[in-house]
């Protein structure tokens, strides 16, 4: 016997060998007033009442409470999945009979029977804004981050949870998310500026505009603003095959991520973090048009050596003392965003990023005495300087600070 879940296509097998229903048979009568095989109805029910475990769901009814323009409580609308077990006998019976007459030729597989079970109260019975179903859902891992980098993912979460997005309206990450400021509840973490590492405020936040980025393409929006970030990062390879290019930065006033809802209906943003599989999950609500959206995974068109490694005197340092920023390698990446309209029109959009490889950078103090003349190390306009988790990282060096 096997069952297939409808929703999350998973499948599971049980084999009833002849140990197992031996107890159950009994002879019957069949349409000729033959003598044949059976098998015993309530003692086979006794045994698929056990499967009940691995098939029922109960179904959930929707939840959406509103407060200040946000969605402070909402939950979607499912239905519920039971299993029949008398269909489920009937089928079983009838499989197992069939062997009275040619052993030969059986039936051996019997799928399990359910009936779908409809909530109290679906979703869109919940709300008057016509938001019914999932449009979309991006994923994005934060597996060994900082700890203050977790929080301030963690309260971007929070703030983007519940979200209401206008017909027509622009979404804006930084908008929603923003500002990224102590007083707003953001916390320093180390990014690299030039050549320096220091604390900022608000550090991590690309991994808010890469999930939000992958959602928006999942559900078919039309991506008014992205860049990717300037470095290849762990925390942003594609899920399927590792590579960079699916990612999207956040950096205020110049770098956003934006969509427009142009689905002529009211979209809410649902986000949900998890800290065991360090995984965020984010969540696109509304009402289905008929519009689909996907994408390739990023290929990688050429991969750039680090460099060589640089030591610079900094008088900001204790004599003697060294901080390590690990190398990155630069890479060309590209990847198809492909949006099938509610019209049916297919529209193809090529997302090529560029990102610069960068040396491992090592501070030293000195003397303040010494002169510190400290080489350029070029940040191109606009891009966002600060390290994270690298592909390649240089480890023959000590106290190497992997940041953001």
Same mark, same amino acid.
């Given at each position: ?195 320096? +590492? =220091?604390? @900022? ?11 939000? !980025? #992958?959602? $928006?393409?999942? &559900? ?91 030591? +610079? =005197?900094? @008088? ?11 190398? !990155? #390698?630069? $890479?060309?990446? &590209? ?70």
């Amino acid at each position: 016997m096997n069952y297939i879940n409808p929703q999350t296509k998973l499948r599971k097998d049980w084999t009833l060998k002849p140990e197992d229903y031996s107890a159950w048979l009994e002879v019957v009568k069949d349409e000729n007033n033959d003598l044949i095989f059976g098998l015993n109805q309530e003692k086979a029910i006794k045994y698929l009442e056990d499967l009940r475990m691995y098939v029922d769901q109960p179904a959930e009814s929707g939840r959406f409470v509103m407060e200040n323009d946000k969605v402070k409580e909402f939950k979607g609308s499912q239905t519920g999945i039971t299993l029949d077990v008398l269909k489920t006998y009937e089928e079983l019976n009838r499989a197992f009979k069939a062997r009275n007459y040619e052993p030969g030729d059986t039936i051996k597989t019997v799928a399990l029977v359910t009936e779908i079970v409809e909530p109290e109260v679906k979703l869109g019975d919940a709300n008057d804004l016509g938001i019914t179903d999932i449009i979309g859902v991006g994923y994005s891992t934060f597996r060994d981050s900082h700890n203050n980098r977790i929080k301030n993912i963690a309260h971007a979460v929070q703030r983007l949870n519940g979200v209401l997005i206008k017909p027509d309206e622009e979404f804006s990450a930084n908008h929603y998310a923003g500002p990224y400021t102590a007083e707003n509840g953001y916390l320093p973490e180390a990014v690299i500026k030039g050549n320096e +590492i =220091k604390d @900022e405020i608000g550090g991590g936040m690309c991994q808010i505009g890469t999930t939000l !980025f #992958r959602m $928006a393409m999942n &559900s078919g929006m039309d991506i008014t603003q992205r860049r990717n970030h300037s470095l290849v990062v762990s925390y942003y390879a594609d899920p399927v095959n590792g590579n960079p290019g699916t990612d999207a930065t956040l950096y205020e006033p110049i770098l956003d991520l934006k969509f427009k809802n142009d689905t002529g209906n009211y979209l809410l943003l649902q986000t949900d973090i998890d800290y065991k599989k360090q995984q965020l999950t984010f969540t696109l609500w509304g009402k289905p048009d008929g519009r689909t959206g996907s994408y390739t995974h990023p290929l990688v068109s050429k991969w750039i050596p680090a460099g060589a490694p640089q030591v +610079i =005197k900094s @008088e900001k340092l204790a004599p003697g003392k060294k901080d390590c920023q690990a190398a !990155f #390698r630069g $890479a060309v990446a &590209s990847f198809t965003y492909t949006r099938i309209t509610p019209t049916g029109e297919k529209i193809e959009r090529v997302f090529d990023s560029y990102y610069r490889p960068l040396p491992q950078i090592c501070l030293v103090g000195v003397d303040p005495n010494e002169v510190v003349v400290p080489p350029p190390v070029e940040c191109p306009e606009g891009e966002v300087c600060e390290p994270v988790v690298p592909v390649e990282p240089v480890t023959d060096v000590p106290n190497t600070t992997t940041t953001n």
